[in-house]
């Protein structure tokens, strides 16, 4: 079974609260990304998305704003060990592009986005092999054809 251990990002970037929420957005076009942690420390005390920023389109929404004005405050966190099937139900519940994955204490240690489950799908994961009974038929009954002489069944 997959975890999110497995799929997740480790090399997450980060921001303070308190950064000007023009030069994360840049920050994230610079590196390709879309989403920043934010951390007060090591505290986890919200997240900076691409939607949070406005998007291309947001220059005047965070125009003299900080990212502690328009982020996501309480971000969504998983363990390194669900499966990844939880998690991405989980995105996909909350409409979502991101989880925070932390361990017991609360600790950062990594993130989890549509791109690394739609990578793992592209990379072709199988699904775990599910041993059940399979039920064999030991008798068939015949079709019957209808009346009128028509060829359908």
Do not use: C, Y
Request: no cysteine.
């Amino acid at each position: 079974m997959v975890r999110v251990q497995d799929v997740m990002t480790t090399a997450v970037e980060t921001i303070a609260a308190g950064s000007p929420a023009d030069r994360a957005f840049d920050r994230m076009r610079a590196k390709g990304i879309h989403h920043l942690v934010v951390a007060d420390g090591a505290r986890v005390v919200g997240i900076f998305s691409d939607r949070d920023a406005g998007g291309r389109r947001g220059a005047a929404l965070r125009e003299g704003r900080t990212v502690g004005e328009l982020m996501t405050p309480t971000p969504v966190t998983v363990r390194p060990e669900i499966p990844v099937r939880r998690a991405a139900n989980v995105m996909r519940g909350r409409a979502i592009g991101s989880l925070v994955v932390t361990d017991q204490a609360g600790r950062l240690k990594g993130i989890v986005t549509v791109a690394d489950l739609l990578e793992l799908l592209g990379r072709g994961a199988t699904h775990p092999v599910i041993t059940s009974t399979r039920w064999t038929l030991s008798h068939r009954a015949p079709h019957r054809k209808t009346h009128g002489g028509s060829p359908r069944w």
